[in-house]
């Protein structure tokens, strides 16, 4: 298996995204639930695909620490295909399933895309930085 420790050290920002699969807003480490988690995925690689493509990471925290993921097999189905699921026309990234410290973490890897790829919520998004940002169609395609 390749060197992934890159992720722990690379900062976020146009091509490279980290997702936790756990809240910590109240001082205490809560699994999110993973229909949360999928919509993070989804909304990241629409914004990546509408922009350059990138590299999205689950189950790392923004400061590189792996937290993994801890999901039933059929809840992981979600994160799976939230790229065909909660966005249209759906998107198929190269999917990773790796080890970091010993814990489990997902790579989702997504080219440019020339179609502009919408949130089932309606919602358009573009990667700008280290931001997923709303756009309208027309400016994303005046933008491709």
């Excluded at 922009?51 to 801890?70: H, I, S």
Aim: hydrophobic share 35%; net charge negative.
């Amino acid at each position: 298996m390749s060197d992934i420790t890159w992720i722990q050290h690379r900062t976020e920002g146009q091509f490279f995204e980290r997702k936790s699969c756990y809240d910590r807003s109240t001082g205490a480490m809560k699994r999110r639930k993973p229909g949360e988690v999928a919509r993070d995925i989804a909304e990241t690689l629409a914004a990546m695909a509408n922009a350059d493509g990138g590299t999205l990471v689950v189950g790392v925290e923004d400061d590189g620490t792996p937290t993994g993921y801890d999901y039933p097999e059929d809840r992981l189905t979600l994160l799976y295909h939230a790229g065909q699921n909660l966005v249209t026309p759906s998107l198929h990234p190269r999917i990773t399933q790796a080890t970091l410290d010993g814990i489990p973490v997902l790579l989702y890897e997504i080219d440019w895309s020339s179609d502009i790829h919408r949130l089932t919520d309606g919602r358009y998004l573009l990667r700008v930085g280290d931001k997923n940002l709303p756009f309208s169609a027309h400016d994303i395609t005046a933008m491709k």
